[in-house]
Protein backbone atom coordinates (compact mmCIF):
# COMPACT_ATOMS: atom_id res chain seq x y z
CA UNK A 1 0.00 0.00 0.00
CA UNK A 2 1.30 3.06 -0.88
CA UNK A 3 1.71 5.85 1.98
CA UNK A 4 -0.99 8.24 1.70
CA UNK A 5 -3.54 5.42 1.44
CA UNK A 6 -2.26 3.56 4.87
CA UNK A 7 -2.22 7.57 6.00
CA UNK A 8 -5.67 8.04 4.94
CA UNK A 9 -7.02 4.20 6.31
CA UNK A 10 -5.89 5.50 9.93
CA UNK A 11 -7.13 8.72 9.84
CA UNK A 12 -10.13 7.51 8.67
CA UNK A 13 -10.19 5.25 11.36
CA UNK A 14 -9.52 7.66 13.94
CA UNK A 15 -12.19 9.83 12.93
CA UNK A 16 -14.67 6.87 13.01
CA UNK A 17 -13.49 6.50 16.92
CA UNK A 18 -12.99 10.10 17.71
CA UNK A 19 -16.73 11.03 15.60
CA UNK A 20 -18.57 7.66 15.64
CA UNK A 21 -19.89 7.89 19.16
CA UNK A 22 -20.97 11.68 18.73
CA UNK A 23 -22.27 10.72 15.71
CA UNK A 24 -24.76 8.16 17.57
CA UNK A 25 -25.79 10.56 19.78
CA UNK A 26 -26.31 13.06 17.48
CA UNK A 27 -28.74 10.35 15.60
CA UNK A 28 -30.54 9.35 18.34
CA UNK A 29 -31.34 12.73 19.44
CA UNK A 30 -32.79 13.54 15.45
CA UNK A 31 -34.64 9.77 15.80
CA UNK A 32 -38.00 9.50 16.18
CA UNK A 33 -37.88 5.83 15.96
CA UNK A 34 -35.27 3.66 15.52
CA UNK A 35 -35.12 0.19 16.20
CA UNK A 36 -33.61 -3.42 15.10
CA UNK A 37 -32.84 -4.50 12.23
CA UNK A 38 -32.87 -0.62 11.18
CA UNK A 39 -29.11 0.65 10.63
CA UNK A 40 -30.13 4.21 11.28
CA UNK A 41 -33.56 5.60 12.47
CA UNK A 42 -36.70 4.86 10.93
CA UNK A 43 -38.06 8.25 10.85
CA UNK A 44 -36.78 11.87 12.44
CA UNK A 45 -38.41 14.65 14.21
CA UNK A 46 -38.92 17.03 16.95
CA UNK A 47 -41.16 15.29 19.03
CA UNK A 48 -38.78 14.60 21.51
CA UNK A 49 -37.46 18.07 21.52
CA UNK A 50 -40.70 19.55 22.06
CA UNK A 51 -41.12 16.88 24.76
CA UNK A 52 -38.05 17.80 26.49
CA UNK A 53 -38.25 21.69 26.00
CA UNK A 54 -41.59 22.32 26.88
CA UNK A 55 -42.70 24.95 29.50
CA UNK A 56 -42.29 23.41 33.04
CA UNK A 57 -40.95 20.04 31.51
CA UNK A 58 -38.74 18.50 33.77
CA UNK A 59 -35.87 19.47 31.49
CA UNK A 60 -36.23 22.89 31.83
CA UNK A 61 -36.62 22.88 35.51
CA UNK A 62 -33.36 20.86 35.76
CA UNK A 63 -31.58 23.50 33.24
CA UNK A 64 -32.57 26.01 35.90
CA UNK A 65 -31.54 24.13 38.37
CA UNK A 66 -28.20 23.00 36.78
CA UNK A 67 -27.35 27.04 35.88
CA UNK A 68 -28.61 28.35 38.95
CA UNK A 69 -26.01 25.95 41.06
CA UNK A 70 -23.87 26.57 38.50
CA UNK A 71 -23.74 30.62 38.97
CA UNK A 72 -23.94 29.78 42.85
CA UNK A 73 -20.61 27.70 42.62
CA UNK A 74 -18.93 30.53 40.62
CA UNK A 75 -20.12 33.41 43.03
CA UNK A 76 -19.21 31.00 46.12
CA UNK A 77 -15.97 30.10 45.09
CA UNK A 78 -14.85 33.55 43.48
CA UNK A 79 -15.44 35.34 47.11
CA UNK A 80 -13.17 32.73 48.40
CA UNK A 81 -10.38 32.17 45.87
CA UNK A 82 -10.30 36.12 44.61
CA UNK A 83 -8.59 37.15 48.48
CA UNK A 84 -6.70 33.94 48.62
CA UNK A 85 -5.80 34.12 44.94
CA UNK A 86 -4.27 37.14 45.82
CA UNK A 87 -2.71 36.81 49.10
CA UNK A 88 -0.73 33.90 47.07
CA UNK A 89 0.44 35.71 44.54
CA UNK A 90 1.40 38.82 46.52
CA UNK A 91 2.21 38.39 50.32
CA UNK A 92 4.21 36.69 52.06
CA UNK A 93 2.96 33.54 53.40
CA UNK A 94 4.24 30.74 55.30
CA UNK A 95 3.46 26.98 53.55
CA UNK A 96 2.63 28.32 50.69
CA UNK A 97 3.57 25.28 48.42
CA UNK A 98 1.85 23.39 51.34
CA UNK A 99 -1.65 25.66 50.86
CA UNK A 100 -1.80 25.75 47.46
CA UNK A 101 -1.50 21.64 47.32
CA UNK A 102 -4.00 21.69 50.01
CA UNK A 103 -6.69 23.14 47.13
CA UNK A 104 -5.81 19.92 44.80
CA UNK A 105 -6.83 17.37 47.71
CA UNK A 106 -10.32 17.39 46.67
CA UNK A 107 -9.37 16.33 42.62
CA UNK A 108 -6.17 13.88 44.14
CA UNK A 109 -8.16 11.55 45.72
CA UNK A 110 -11.02 8.93 44.52
CA UNK A 111 -14.16 10.93 44.82
CA UNK A 112 -17.37 8.59 45.95
CA UNK A 113 -15.81 7.48 48.81
CA UNK A 114 -15.69 10.91 50.03
CA UNK A 115 -18.80 11.80 48.97
CA UNK A 116 -20.69 9.38 50.66
CA UNK A 117 -19.45 10.56 53.83
CA UNK A 118 -20.15 14.48 53.12
CA UNK A 119 -24.08 13.49 52.05
CA UNK A 120 -23.91 10.87 55.75
CA UNK A 121 -22.66 14.32 57.07
CA UNK A 122 -24.70 16.50 55.40
CA UNK A 123 -27.93 14.47 55.97
CA UNK A 124 -27.84 14.95 59.93
CA UNK A 125 -27.23 19.08 59.28
CA UNK A 126 -30.51 18.77 56.75
CA UNK A 127 -28.07 19.70 53.57
CA UNK A 128 -29.12 16.80 51.93
CA UNK A 129 -31.64 17.55 48.60
CA UNK A 130 -31.13 21.11 48.91
CA UNK A 131 -29.38 23.65 46.75
CA UNK A 132 -26.84 24.86 49.22
CA UNK A 133 -25.78 21.41 49.76
CA UNK A 134 -24.97 20.87 46.28
CA UNK A 135 -23.57 24.21 45.60
CA UNK A 136 -20.87 23.83 48.70
CA UNK A 137 -19.89 20.06 47.19
CA UNK A 138 -19.30 21.95 43.46
CA UNK A 139 -17.49 24.73 45.58
CA UNK A 140 -14.93 23.07 46.86
CA UNK A 141 -14.39 20.50 43.83
CA UNK A 142 -13.89 23.68 41.39
CA UNK A 143 -11.72 25.80 44.31
CA UNK A 144 -8.66 24.26 42.70
CA UNK A 145 -9.67 25.86 39.28
CA UNK A 146 -10.29 28.99 40.92
CA UNK A 147 -7.44 29.53 43.35
CA UNK A 148 -4.58 28.46 41.04
CA UNK A 149 -6.03 30.49 37.96
CA UNK A 150 -6.90 33.36 40.28
CA UNK A 151 -3.06 33.29 41.81
CA UNK A 152 -1.63 32.87 38.20
CA UNK A 153 -3.87 36.13 36.63
CA UNK A 154 -2.38 38.17 40.28
CA UNK A 155 0.71 37.41 39.79
CA UNK A 156 1.14 37.81 36.13
CA UNK A 157 -0.05 41.74 37.08
CA UNK A 158 2.64 43.92 36.29
CA UNK A 159 4.02 44.89 40.07
CA UNK A 160 5.19 48.53 38.95
CA UNK A 161 1.50 49.70 38.13
CA UNK A 162 0.56 48.49 41.85
CA UNK A 163 3.77 50.38 43.26
CA UNK A 164 2.96 53.30 40.77
CA UNK A 165 -0.78 53.54 41.85
CA UNK A 166 0.80 53.40 46.00
CA UNK A 167 3.38 56.12 44.90
CA UNK A 168 0.73 58.44 44.05
CA UNK A 169 -1.38 58.25 47.23
CA UNK A 170 -3.51 55.56 46.48
CA UNK A 171 -4.35 52.96 49.30
CA UNK A 172 -3.77 49.33 49.34
CA UNK A 173 -7.42 48.58 49.22
CA UNK A 174 -7.94 51.23 46.42
CA UNK A 175 -4.88 50.02 44.26
CA UNK A 176 -6.52 46.69 44.56
CA UNK A 177 -9.89 47.27 42.81
CA UNK A 178 -8.91 50.13 40.60
CA UNK A 179 -5.16 48.27 39.39
CA UNK A 180 -4.85 44.73 40.54
CA UNK A 181 -8.26 43.64 40.21
CA UNK A 182 -9.11 45.27 36.46
CA UNK A 183 -5.88 43.54 35.08
CA UNK A 184 -6.31 40.57 36.43
CA UNK A 185 -9.88 40.36 35.73
CA UNK A 186 -9.34 37.86 31.84
CA UNK A 187 -8.03 34.88 34.04
CA UNK A 188 -10.11 35.58 36.92
CA UNK A 189 -12.74 35.47 33.69
CA UNK A 190 -11.06 31.91 32.77
CA UNK A 191 -11.33 30.58 36.25
CA UNK A 192 -14.82 31.45 36.89
CA UNK A 193 -15.60 29.54 33.30
CA UNK A 194 -13.75 26.28 34.57
CA UNK A 195 -15.46 26.00 37.81
CA UNK A 196 -18.81 27.01 35.83
CA UNK A 197 -18.38 23.81 33.65
CA UNK A 198 -17.52 21.86 36.49
CA UNK A 199 -20.01 22.51 38.55
CA UNK A 200 -22.85 22.05 35.47
CA UNK A 201 -21.30 18.54 34.36
CA UNK A 202 -20.80 17.04 37.37
CA UNK A 203 -22.06 13.81 38.04
CA UNK A 204 -20.85 11.64 41.70
CA UNK A 205 -21.53 14.80 44.42
CA UNK A 206 -25.16 15.57 43.22
CA UNK A 207 -25.77 11.42 42.87
CA UNK A 208 -25.22 11.44 47.01
CA UNK A 209 -25.42 14.94 47.95
CA UNK A 210 -28.76 16.05 45.75
CA UNK A 211 -31.25 13.37 46.34
CA UNK A 212 -33.63 13.01 45.76
CA UNK A 213 -35.05 16.66 45.14
CA UNK A 214 -32.20 18.59 43.31
CA UNK A 215 -32.18 17.01 39.81
CA UNK A 216 -29.58 18.46 37.50
CA UNK A 217 -28.85 17.71 34.01
CA UNK A 218 -26.47 15.37 33.94
CA UNK A 219 -28.74 13.14 36.74
CA UNK A 220 -31.93 13.92 34.26
CA UNK A 221 -29.84 12.50 31.52
CA UNK A 222 -28.68 9.57 33.79
CA UNK A 223 -32.15 8.93 34.56
CA UNK A 224 -33.38 8.92 30.81
CA UNK A 225 -30.98 6.95 29.42
CA UNK A 226 -31.21 4.17 32.28
CA UNK A 227 -34.53 4.16 31.62
CA UNK A 228 -33.95 3.57 27.73
CA UNK A 229 -35.23 6.50 26.90
CA UNK A 230 -32.24 7.33 24.12
CA UNK A 231 -34.05 10.48 22.61
CA UNK A 232 -34.74 12.22 25.59
CA UNK A 233 -30.84 11.23 26.71
CA UNK A 234 -29.31 12.52 23.25
CA UNK A 235 -31.50 15.66 23.55
CA UNK A 236 -30.15 16.71 27.13
CA UNK A 237 -26.60 15.09 26.25
CA UNK A 238 -26.14 18.21 23.35
CA UNK A 239 -27.54 20.20 25.87
CA UNK A 240 -24.67 19.63 27.90
CA UNK A 241 -22.12 19.69 25.09
CA UNK A 242 -22.73 23.57 23.94
CA UNK A 243 -21.27 24.80 26.86
CA UNK A 244 -18.21 22.73 26.34
CA UNK A 245 -17.97 23.56 22.72
CA UNK A 246 -18.15 27.23 23.39
CA UNK A 247 -15.57 27.10 25.95
CA UNK A 248 -13.27 25.56 24.12
CA UNK A 249 -13.42 28.07 21.30
CA UNK A 250 -13.17 30.97 23.70
CA UNK A 251 -11.04 30.04 26.26
CA UNK A 252 -7.75 31.67 24.99
CA UNK A 253 -9.25 34.69 24.45
CA UNK A 254 -9.14 34.56 28.52
CA UNK A 255 -6.78 32.23 29.33
CA UNK A 256 -3.25 33.88 27.93
CA UNK A 257 0.06 32.60 27.84
CA UNK A 258 1.64 34.89 30.46
CA UNK A 259 -0.86 33.83 33.42
CA UNK A 260 -0.64 29.88 31.82
CA UNK A 261 2.92 30.00 32.27
CA UNK A 262 2.26 30.84 36.23
CA UNK A 263 -0.05 28.21 37.19
CA UNK A 264 0.53 26.21 39.97
CA UNK A 265 3.80 28.64 40.43
CA UNK B 1 6.31 41.79 57.65
CA UNK B 2 4.94 40.31 60.08
CA UNK B 3 1.13 41.90 59.34
CA UNK B 4 1.83 41.45 55.91
CA UNK B 5 1.89 37.54 57.12
CA UNK B 6 -0.98 37.84 59.21
CA UNK B 7 -2.95 39.32 56.72
CA UNK B 8 -2.09 36.64 53.93
CA UNK B 9 -3.68 34.27 56.29
CA UNK B 10 -6.70 36.05 56.76
CA UNK B 11 -7.18 36.47 53.49
CA UNK B 12 -6.43 32.49 52.77
CA UNK B 13 -8.11 31.16 55.45
CA UNK B 14 -11.79 31.35 54.49
CA UNK B 15 -10.68 29.27 50.89
CA UNK B 16 -8.54 26.71 53.41
CA UNK B 17 -11.32 26.26 55.78
CA UNK B 18 -13.52 25.04 52.63
CA UNK B 19 -11.50 22.49 51.89
CA UNK B 20 -11.09 21.16 55.43
CA UNK B 21 -14.64 21.17 56.63
CA UNK B 22 -16.20 19.88 53.32
CA UNK B 23 -13.21 17.69 52.07
CA UNK B 24 -10.71 16.83 54.48
CA UNK B 25 -12.99 16.17 57.49
CA UNK B 26 -15.39 13.90 55.39
CA UNK B 27 -12.37 12.30 54.11
CA UNK B 28 -11.34 11.27 57.63
CA UNK B 29 -14.76 10.27 58.82
CA UNK B 30 -14.46 7.82 55.95
CA UNK B 31 -11.25 6.53 56.87
CA UNK B 32 -12.31 6.05 60.54
CA UNK B 33 -15.96 4.44 59.17
CA UNK B 34 -14.06 2.17 57.52
CA UNK B 35 -12.03 0.27 60.65
CA UNK B 36 -15.38 0.94 62.67
CA UNK B 37 -17.57 -2.05 63.56
CA UNK B 38 -21.61 -0.87 63.28
CA UNK B 39 -22.26 -0.61 67.01
CA UNK B 40 -18.70 0.93 67.40
CA UNK B 41 -15.28 0.03 68.28
CA UNK B 42 -12.23 -1.24 66.11
CA UNK B 43 -12.99 -3.97 63.46
CA UNK B 44 -11.55 -5.52 60.60
CA UNK B 45 -14.83 -7.34 59.47
CA UNK B 46 -15.68 -4.21 56.88
CA UNK B 47 -12.76 -5.38 54.68
CA UNK B 48 -13.33 -9.19 55.06
CA UNK B 49 -16.98 -7.98 53.93
CA UNK B 50 -15.66 -6.33 51.11
CA UNK B 51 -12.95 -8.67 49.84
CA UNK B 52 -15.72 -12.00 50.08
CA UNK B 53 -18.06 -9.73 47.90
CA UNK B 54 -15.97 -7.59 45.56
CA UNK B 55 -12.47 -9.08 45.59
CA UNK B 56 -13.30 -9.77 41.76
CA UNK B 57 -14.50 -6.18 41.46
CA UNK B 58 -11.49 -4.99 43.13
CA UNK B 59 -9.38 -6.98 40.66
CA UNK B 60 -11.61 -5.70 37.64
CA UNK B 61 -10.84 -2.33 38.43
CA UNK B 62 -7.39 -2.49 38.44
CA UNK B 63 -7.48 -4.30 35.08
CA UNK B 64 -9.83 -1.70 33.60
CA UNK B 65 -7.65 1.25 34.81
CA UNK B 66 -4.52 -0.25 34.40
CA UNK B 67 -4.94 -1.37 30.77
CA UNK B 68 -7.01 2.04 30.23
CA UNK B 69 -3.41 3.55 31.22
CA UNK B 70 -1.74 1.78 28.96
CA UNK B 71 -3.94 2.45 26.33
CA UNK B 72 -3.93 6.10 26.90
CA UNK B 73 -0.24 6.25 27.03
CA UNK B 74 0.40 4.41 23.87
CA UNK B 75 -1.88 6.81 22.03
CA UNK B 76 -0.88 9.37 23.68
CA UNK B 77 2.77 8.58 22.37
CA UNK B 78 1.68 7.95 18.89
CA UNK B 79 -0.49 11.06 18.37
CA UNK B 80 2.33 13.80 20.12
CA UNK B 81 4.84 12.03 17.92
CA UNK B 82 2.70 12.20 14.63
CA UNK B 83 2.63 16.03 15.49
CA UNK B 84 5.94 16.92 15.88
CA UNK B 85 7.17 14.09 13.23
CA UNK B 86 4.60 14.23 10.32
CA UNK B 87 6.17 15.12 7.46
CA UNK B 88 2.48 15.36 5.83
CA UNK B 89 1.23 18.73 6.54
CA UNK B 90 -2.06 18.51 5.32
CA UNK B 91 -2.29 15.07 7.97
CA UNK B 92 -1.09 16.45 10.82
CA UNK B 93 -3.45 19.37 10.66
CA UNK B 94 -6.45 17.01 10.23
CA UNK B 95 -4.50 14.57 13.47
CA UNK B 96 -4.44 18.38 15.43
CA UNK B 97 -8.26 19.03 14.99
CA UNK B 98 -9.62 15.39 15.47
CA UNK B 99 -7.40 14.37 18.39
CA UNK B 100 -9.21 16.71 20.96
CA UNK B 101 -12.82 16.14 20.47
CA UNK B 102 -13.45 14.35 23.46
CA UNK B 103 -11.43 16.64 25.73
CA UNK B 104 -14.13 18.99 26.93
CA UNK B 105 -16.76 16.28 26.66
CA UNK B 106 -18.52 15.58 29.96
CA UNK B 107 -18.31 11.69 31.48
CA UNK B 108 -22.06 11.21 31.44
CA UNK B 109 -22.17 12.70 27.92
CA UNK B 110 -19.25 10.44 26.65
CA UNK B 111 -20.87 7.29 29.34
CA UNK B 112 -23.94 7.99 27.06
CA UNK B 113 -22.63 8.30 23.17
CA UNK B 114 -20.78 4.97 24.55
CA UNK B 115 -24.00 3.29 25.58
CA UNK B 116 -25.62 4.23 21.87
CA UNK B 117 -22.26 3.55 19.71
CA UNK B 118 -21.01 0.03 21.34
CA UNK B 119 -24.09 -1.62 21.63
CA UNK B 120 -24.93 -4.98 19.64
CA UNK B 121 -26.95 -2.67 17.31
CA UNK B 122 -24.94 0.40 18.21
CA UNK B 123 -23.89 2.59 15.32
CA UNK B 124 -20.15 0.91 15.31
CA UNK B 125 -21.49 -2.57 14.89
CA UNK B 126 -24.38 -1.43 11.98
CA UNK B 127 -20.83 0.21 10.31
CA UNK B 128 -19.08 -3.23 10.59
CA UNK B 129 -22.22 -4.93 8.77
CA UNK B 130 -22.80 -2.22 6.40
CA UNK B 131 -18.83 -2.57 5.23
CA UNK B 132 -19.36 -6.46 4.81
CA UNK B 133 -16.47 -6.76 7.53
CA UNK B 134 -19.08 -8.91 10.10
CA UNK B 135 -22.51 -10.75 9.73
CA UNK B 136 -25.57 -9.43 11.64
CA UNK B 137 -25.23 -12.68 13.26
CA UNK B 138 -21.54 -12.40 14.35
CA UNK B 139 -22.02 -8.85 16.09
CA UNK B 140 -21.48 -8.67 19.90
CA UNK B 141 -22.34 -5.55 22.34
CA UNK B 142 -19.17 -4.53 24.31
CA UNK B 143 -20.98 -2.89 27.09
CA UNK B 144 -19.18 -4.74 29.72
CA UNK B 145 -15.70 -3.99 31.06
CA UNK B 146 -14.27 -3.72 27.78
CA UNK B 147 -16.83 -0.59 27.16
CA UNK B 148 -15.63 1.45 30.34
CA UNK B 149 -11.93 0.53 28.69
CA UNK B 150 -13.33 1.86 25.55
CA UNK B 151 -14.85 4.82 26.99
CA UNK B 152 -12.01 5.92 29.55
CA UNK B 153 -9.64 5.85 26.34
CA UNK B 154 -11.43 7.78 24.33
CA UNK B 155 -12.48 10.26 27.08
CA UNK B 156 -8.70 10.75 28.26
CA UNK B 157 -6.11 10.34 25.62
CA UNK B 158 -7.03 13.76 24.49
CA UNK B 159 -6.02 15.42 27.82
CA UNK B 160 -2.61 13.07 28.05
CA UNK B 161 -2.02 13.84 24.02
CA UNK B 162 -2.32 17.52 24.50
CA UNK B 163 0.04 17.17 27.69
CA UNK B 164 3.07 14.91 25.98
CA UNK B 165 2.41 16.62 22.46
CA UNK B 166 3.15 20.33 23.84
CA UNK B 167 6.39 19.15 26.12
CA UNK B 168 7.17 17.34 22.92
CA UNK B 169 6.97 20.26 20.77
CA UNK B 170 8.96 22.58 23.01
CA UNK B 171 11.98 20.26 22.72
CA UNK B 172 15.17 21.13 21.14
CA UNK B 173 14.55 20.32 17.77
CA UNK B 174 18.49 20.27 16.68
CA UNK B 175 18.81 17.00 18.29
CA UNK B 176 15.92 15.32 16.30
CA UNK B 177 17.57 16.77 12.92
CA UNK B 178 20.67 15.53 13.87
CA UNK B 179 19.39 11.69 14.34
CA UNK B 180 17.30 12.12 11.18
CA UNK B 181 20.59 13.09 9.41
CA UNK B 182 22.31 10.50 11.10
CA UNK B 183 19.26 8.17 9.38
CA UNK B 184 17.49 7.11 12.53
CA UNK B 185 13.76 5.77 11.31
CA UNK B 186 10.81 8.14 12.95
CA UNK B 187 9.96 5.47 15.16
CA UNK B 188 13.64 5.37 16.62
CA UNK B 189 13.73 8.81 17.48
CA UNK B 190 10.05 8.88 18.82
CA UNK B 191 11.15 6.11 21.18
CA UNK B 192 14.50 6.71 21.95
CA UNK B 193 14.72 10.76 21.87
CA UNK B 194 11.41 12.35 22.30
CA UNK B 195 9.27 9.81 24.85
CA UNK B 196 12.82 9.89 26.86
CA UNK B 197 12.60 13.46 27.42
CA UNK B 198 8.89 13.93 27.76
CA UNK B 199 8.26 11.10 30.25
CA UNK B 200 7.53 13.03 33.15
CA UNK B 201 5.35 14.97 31.50
CA UNK B 202 3.42 11.52 30.32
CA UNK B 203 3.69 10.36 34.11
CA UNK B 204 2.03 13.54 35.34
CA UNK B 205 -0.62 13.00 33.17
CA UNK B 206 -1.14 9.28 33.28
CA UNK B 207 -1.24 9.76 36.98
CA UNK B 208 -4.01 12.54 37.03
CA UNK B 209 -6.29 10.30 34.53
CA UNK B 210 -5.81 7.35 36.51
CA UNK B 211 -7.18 9.39 39.90
CA UNK B 212 -9.94 10.57 37.62
CA UNK B 213 -10.98 6.63 36.40
CA UNK B 214 -10.90 5.98 39.87
CA UNK B 215 -13.52 8.46 40.78
CA UNK B 216 -15.85 8.15 38.02
CA UNK B 217 -18.95 6.55 38.68
CA UNK B 218 -21.38 7.74 36.09
CA UNK B 219 -19.37 5.54 33.36
CA UNK B 220 -19.20 2.49 35.25
CA UNK B 221 -22.82 2.24 35.96
CA UNK B 222 -24.04 3.49 32.36
CA UNK B 223 -21.72 1.17 30.28
CA UNK B 224 -21.71 -1.67 32.74
CA UNK B 225 -23.79 -2.13 35.90
CA UNK B 226 -23.74 -5.68 36.48
CA UNK B 227 -20.78 -7.67 38.01
CA UNK B 228 -17.93 -7.35 37.03
CA UNK B 229 -18.10 -3.81 37.24
CA UNK B 230 -15.98 -1.23 39.19
CA UNK B 231 -15.77 -0.68 43.10
CA UNK B 232 -17.40 2.95 42.25
CA UNK B 233 -20.21 1.26 41.48
CA UNK B 234 -20.29 -1.34 44.30
CA UNK B 235 -20.20 1.47 46.77
CA UNK B 236 -22.90 3.16 45.59
CA UNK B 237 -24.81 0.09 45.93
CA UNK B 238 -23.72 -0.50 49.50
CA UNK B 239 -24.73 3.13 50.09
CA UNK B 240 -28.36 3.28 48.54
CA UNK B 241 -29.32 -0.41 49.02
CA UNK B 242 -28.13 -1.21 52.35
CA UNK B 243 -27.07 1.90 53.96
CA UNK B 244 -23.91 -0.34 54.40
CA UNK B 245 -21.37 2.29 55.57
CA UNK B 246 -18.86 -0.08 56.93
CA UNK B 247 -18.35 -1.96 53.74
CA UNK B 248 -18.52 1.38 51.15
CA UNK B 249 -15.85 2.89 53.11
CA UNK B 250 -13.51 -0.50 53.13
CA UNK B 251 -13.91 0.03 49.44
CA UNK B 252 -13.21 3.42 49.69
CA UNK B 253 -10.29 3.18 51.73
CA UNK B 254 -8.97 -0.01 49.37
CA UNK B 255 -9.27 2.68 46.25
CA UNK B 256 -7.48 5.59 48.47
CA UNK B 257 -4.51 2.75 48.70
CA UNK B 258 -4.24 2.16 44.75
CA UNK B 259 -4.33 5.38 43.94
CA UNK B 260 -1.66 6.58 47.03
CA UNK B 261 0.57 3.27 45.80
CA UNK B 262 0.64 4.62 42.23
CA UNK B 263 1.22 8.74 43.27
CA UNK B 264 4.41 6.86 45.38
CA UNK B 265 5.96 4.85 42.45
CA UNK B 266 6.38 8.53 40.63
CA UNK B 267 7.18 10.33 43.75
CA UNK B 268 9.93 7.78 44.13
CA UNK B 269 10.84 8.27 40.70
CA UNK B 270 11.05 11.63 40.52
CA UNK B 271 13.10 11.76 44.02
CA UNK B 272 15.66 9.64 42.33
CA UNK B 273 15.64 11.80 39.86
Redesign the interface.
Known sequence: MTAWATRGVILGLLAFIVLGPLANLVLWAAAEQWYFPHKLPVSYGTKFWEQVFKPRGDALVSLMTSIWIALSTVATCLALAIPAGYALARLKLPWRTAILLAFLLPQAFPSVAVYINVARIFYDLKLNGTMIGVILVHTVHGLVFAVWITAAAFAAVDRDLELAARNLGGSALRTFFTVSLPLAAPGIMASAIFVFLESLDEFTGTFFVGVPDIITLPLLMFTASIAGNYQIAAITALVLLVPSVVFMLVIERFLKADVLSKIGA | ?QD??R???A??A???A??LV??????G??LV?AFEAKGGGFTLGNFAKAFEFYSVDIGFTLVIIGLSTLLIALASIAIGGYLVLGE?PR?VA??RW?????????????????????AK????N??F??LGLLE?DQTTGFLDWRGIVITFV?KQTPFVALLVAGAMASLDRSTIEAARNLGASRQRILFEILVPQVMPTLVVGLILSF?TM?????VP??ISGESPTMM?VD??FR?NNYGD?GT??A???I??LL?ASC?WVYLRRAVRQ
Do not use: D, E, K
Open positions: MRGLGMLVPALAVLFVYPLYSTNALLLYRWPLFIPFVVAAQCMRSFLNGLMNTVAVWVMSVLSLMTMAIYANLGFSYTA
